[in-house]
């Protein structure tokens, strides 16, 4: 479709530069062009079969009017069939020869070839709609000029014709054409209006679309559910997050669906009622009973719409929360404050205890006795600790890029994992499956050994607090499956499934689902891990339980098969 002139009348006086305004002006554009054509086809058809009438019956009609109705029929038929919408613009082009023009012609002969009382004169108001709707306003006063020479050029051969007097002739001329003009001018600039004003429109609901769509995106990805209710305790919307702390299974929802369904809401139903009832919003700390994920303890605020005009009354929406979260921000904050004092704290020990570190070496080469020798060495071996634990905290409170690898050493997995297994079953008196068969040859892995403790006894920690307790319930697997591959510690249980808010935040510090953990756990395990080139990672995968596949949670740690620098350097050479 070619481009719209400047002042064509579907535009109005203006150019459209934006493409979403040019798009929706040429869909209505497209729509009237076509409305007209047909228009056209059906009244060809009507003055064809007319003609034909005429032809058989009138026997002073002349057969050159059947073929001019035959011939407007064609031309208006192929035009509606093969031409494309196209603009008229201001000058008399193609597409205005096409349409308007052959009006125009096969209109006026009719005119001059008419028998008895038939006038076809009327007919040509339809070119100068035609003219003032699709073309500028030039294009619809130049129509209607033509129209009005055409009428006096008939007026004055029906003069010579019936040699009668030509005054009647030439005023019924004159007025029929100030009406074409007045037509065209009052078409066109309605056409301009209602074009404007549609387009206007367009544009409008264009916008509310976008903002409905972003309202609806900002609202599905918010952590906090949101509910919208009526005052029938109708919920008309639900974003996931209130889907999910409601109980719901990670499905698509009814979209709309009562309050009541479930009576364990009803604590929510009641706060609900409340804000109808008071057209005010209410704030509560209700609990919720799931099957599945046991007792959830909930933050509900409620706000009330204005009220809707079709509906009379506003509309109830419900701002959830899980109280874990806001208790996780809060003692994140507390944490944060005693972890920078931590790190304070330890950094003053730090000179104290070198202090007594050679204090205790100068000592023991004074010392011959052995009951005095071992004392000192006590105090060495507890002094060696006490730095190790102030190293850890400082650890944990600088940036995981500052953290140095060269603590690590080459260490043999399946020996010392077998070996901290042990000990922690002996201790803990809790059953640990490993896999069969254990690896018999040396598995070696660039880490702490120390860490490596700490990391193995954290995950064993977890998977006792939360396994069935059966036989298998724990499993530990060491693979690797091929030489050049890093090997993977798997500490495996048969708990629950997590929720996705745990999930989400698993490896955050100072966020856990048990109240009395600090939730650093498992995130100095995985900074750990980080700080020798390793990865821990989790996720919901079967394992061989009393010779069946059960689902289970599988919390994994993949170890770097060499020194950090060494792997560098080994990728490096392959690459080159």
């Avoid at 008229?88 to 193609?94: D, L, P, Q, Y």
């Avoid at 208790?327 to 304070?344: D, F, H, N, T, Y």
């Avoid at 600088?398 to 042990?422: F, K, T, Y």
Wanted: charged share 15%; net charge neutral.
């Amino acid at each position: 479709m070619r481009e719209p002139p400047e002042t064509a009348s579907w535009f109005g006086s203006t150019v459209l530069n934006a493409n979403v305004s040019q798009a929706l002006a040429a869909s209505e554009f497209e729509r009237l062009w076509r409305a007209f054509m047909t228009a056209r086809v059906t009244l060809g058809l009507v003055l064809l079969v007319l003609q034909a009438g005429l032809t058989f019956t009138a026997s002073t009609h002349h057969s050159l009017s059947l073929i001019i109705a035959g011939m407007y029929f064609t031309a208006a038929l192929a035009v509606r069939l093969k031409s494309q919408p196209q603009y008229m613009g201001h000058t008399f082009n193609a597409q205005w020869l096409r349409t308007v023009g052959v009006d125009l012609m096969a209109f006026s002969a009719l005119q001059v070839l008419q028998s008895g009382n038939v006038n076809y004169a009327l007919l040509l108001t339809l070119p100068v709609l035609m003219a003032a709707i699709l073309g500028s306003l030039i294009m619809a006063m130049g129509t209607a000029a033509g129209v009005t020479l055409l009428l006096f050029a008939h007026a004055f051969w029906m003069s010579l014709e019936l040699s009668t007097e030509t005054t009647s002739l030439v005023v019924q001329a004159a007025l029929t054409g100030a009406g074409c003009f007045a037509i065209s001018f009052m078409a066109n600039q309605l056409a301009t209006r209602l074009a404007s004003v549609e387009r206007k429109a367009q544009h409008t609901q264009l916008a509310v679309t976008v903002q409905r769509q972003v309202n609806e995106l900002v609202i599905a990805t918010l952590n906090e559910g949101v509910l919208v209710v009526d005052d029938l305790l109708w919920v008309r919307s639900a974003n996931p997050a209130a889907l999910a702390l409601l109980g719901f299974a990670p499905q698509p929802s009814p979209r709309v669906w009562q309050l009541t369904e479930q009576t364990q809401w009803q604590a929510l139903v009641e706060v609900v009622q409340l804000s109808h009832q008071t057209l005010h919003g209410q704030q509560a700390d209700l609990s919720f009973q799931h099957t599945d994920h046991g007792p959830r303890h909930l933050r509900v605020r409620t706000q009330i719409t204005p009220p809707l005009p079709e509906h009379g009354k506003g509309l109830c929406v419900v701002f959830m929360q899980d109280q874990r979260e806001i208790q996780a921000r809060v003692r994140s904050e507390k944490l944060a404050s005693m972890g920078r004092m931590s790190a304070a704290v330890a950094h003053e020990i730090r000179n104290p205890l070198a202090a007594i570190v050679q204090a205790n070496a100068l000592l023991a080469e004074d010392l011959k006795e052995a009951s005095q020798l071992r004392m000192t060495e006590m105090i060495r071996q507890n002094a060696q600790r006490l730095e190790k634990i102030v190293r850890d905290v400082l650890h944990l409170a600088h940036a995981p890029q500052h953290a140095q690898a060269d603590s690590g050493a080459m260490l043999n997995l399946a020996e010392d994992v077998l070996r901290i297994c042990r000990d922690w079953q002996r201790q803990n008196s809790t059953p640990v499956t490993l896999s069969d068969p254990w690896p018999q040859q040396p598995v070696t892995a660039w880490f702490d050994a120390e860490h490596l403790r700490r990391i193995v006894v954290n995950l064993l920690d977890n998977a006792r607090r939360f396994c069935s307790g059966n036989a298998d319930a724990i499993q530990v697997n060491l693979e690797r499956l091929q030489p050049q591959q890093n090997i993977t510690l798997t500490v495996w249980s048969d708990g629950k499934p997590l929720e996705p808010a745990v999930e989400q935040h698993l490896f955050e510090p100072f966020f856990s689902s048990d109240s009395r953990s600090s939730g650093l756990g498992l995130y100095i395990c995985r900074e750990l891990c980080q700080s020798h080139g390793a990865s821990m990672s989790y996720e919901r995968k079967p394992l061989r339980s009393k010779q069946q596949s059960q689902v289970g949670n599988a919390f994994s740690v993949s170890f770097c098969a060499m020194p950090p620098e060494s792997a560098s350097i080994s990728q490096t050479t392959s690459a080159a």
